[in-house]
């Protein structure tokens, strides 16, 4: 028993040494149909993931060990570029059909969904939240003018509230943050904020968000810093307390949820042989 003990703990080291995953603990490797992992959902100690755009029109189940548990088929919804996931306390489950690298959509839309946990079959029903942004003033927008891409957002109240992804040239840092109510529906997005994050575009674009279950905590992660937001109010969270935390690791991360109030699950693409793993933070 000491032995094998022994060997565990020499192959967990000789793992996280050759992910070279920086302050990020690896739970397990992420299934190889979740390459492009893009979102993660909690309900109890099992995740909801979803890829990006190209991929399948499913969300899959998985427990904390790496193991698919099921697959559902999404109706009514088409993956053109799924980037992220929330959920709200009486488990409906959102997809963020949000991605928009070129700033050119015109069908930005975000998918409720009920709580697939007591899915009994092998598909899910979608209804569909369509938006639009009020200060984008042409579709597409030129390259200085790319703020409307996103691959974040969570949901508070009544409300889902999207931070986008800066793809200006020359990169300036700009962040936005959006609102738009949990119900099905068009609608022209509200504006809570500008936020400038940093001026690294690699580190600085925003790519998850997820807020804790008790409100009092909010998480945004891109390519190697997360943000930790305290002592908010939702009117504009970021004009909250701000932790910025450098996590010593540069990987492809797209995924962040609260798994309690003080751990954070965070998970990466796989890009060149390296990635694709389910990490846990501490936040203390």
Known sequence: MV???????????????????????????????????????????????????GNKDEITQMNLKGEILKDLEVKNAKNKDWEDLAQDNSGNLYIGDFGNNSSDREDLVIYKLPNPEVEPGDKIDAEKIKFSYPNQLEIPSK?????????????????????TKNRARPYDGKTFVFKVPDTPGNYKADLVATWNTCNNQQKCSITSATISKDGSKIALISYGYLWLITNFTLDDFTQGDIEKIDLGYNGQLESVVFYDDNTLLLSDERSHGMGGNLYSFSLN
């Open 143 to 163: 390259k200085k003018d790319r703020h409307f891409d996103a691959e974040a957002f969570f949901h508070w109240g009544n409300s889902l509230y999207i931070i």
């Open 3 to 53: 032995k094998q003990l022994f060997l565990l703990l020499i192959f967990s080291i000789t793992l996280a040494n050759c992910q070279n995953s920086g302050n990020l603990k690896v739970l397990t490797d992420l299934p190889s149909s979740q390459k492009e992992n893009s979102g993660l959902a909690i309900y109890g100690d099992n995740l909801w993931l979803i890829e990006d755009s």
